[in-house]
């Protein structure tokens, strides 16, 4: 009995100690992952750049002085249409790219000069979107279908 419960105490140790997870594991956190943060990018920043959920639509930053519509309509696909991709893993990779250019525009550029305290939301966006690019969207998207039906 005793060398059950050690050997089981081996297996649970070796288990939460590798650094790297299994494969069902890293599927379920990358949908988690993709879901979580394209909602929250959309529902917080997105929206309410349409007027969505507020009085008025806020006024959309032009750090690079880009022609007026065209920022409009960059920040809001980067912001709405974009995250949308990425929450149902279609063109997963590409999809970020737009907004990881808001993200990372708003922190080396719109809050540089400001406190960690203001710079760290378009930071934390930007890590999140950045591991997305480089791992992907797991099994659970629209991708690994399409994947699969150019593979056969």
């Known amino acids: 009995m005793e060398g059950i419960k050690t050997n089981s105490m081996k297996k649970l140790l070796a288990k939460t100690l590798s650094p790297h997870p299994r494969p069902v594991v890293f599927d379920w956190g990358m949908l988690l992952l993709r879901v979580a943060a394209s909602l929250e990018i959309a529902i917080v920043h997105g929206f309410k ?3 969505v959920g507020v ?3 806020e006024n959309i930053p032009n750090p690079l002085h ?3 519509a065209f920022n409009n309509v960059f920040a809001i696909a980067a912001n709405i249409v974009f995250p949308f991709f990425v929450l149902t893993g279609f063109f997963t990779r ?6 990881l250019a808001v993200t990372l525009t708003g922190y080396f550029v719109v809050h540089w000069n ?4 203001e710079k760290d ?3 934390i966006y930007s890590l999140i979107f950045l591991v ?4 992907g969207p797991g099994k659970y998207s629209v991708d690994n279908s399409l994947s699969k039906k150019l593979s056969a």
């Open 55 to 57: 009085a008025q639509a």
């Open 49 to 51: 750049k349409i007027g």
């Open 121 to 123: 939301t378009p930071f």
């Open 66 to 68: 880009l022609p007026e």
């Open 94 to 99: 590409l999809s970020t790219l737009p907004t």
């Open 132 to 135: 997305i690019l480089i791992l």
């Open 114 to 117: 400001d406190s960690l305290l």
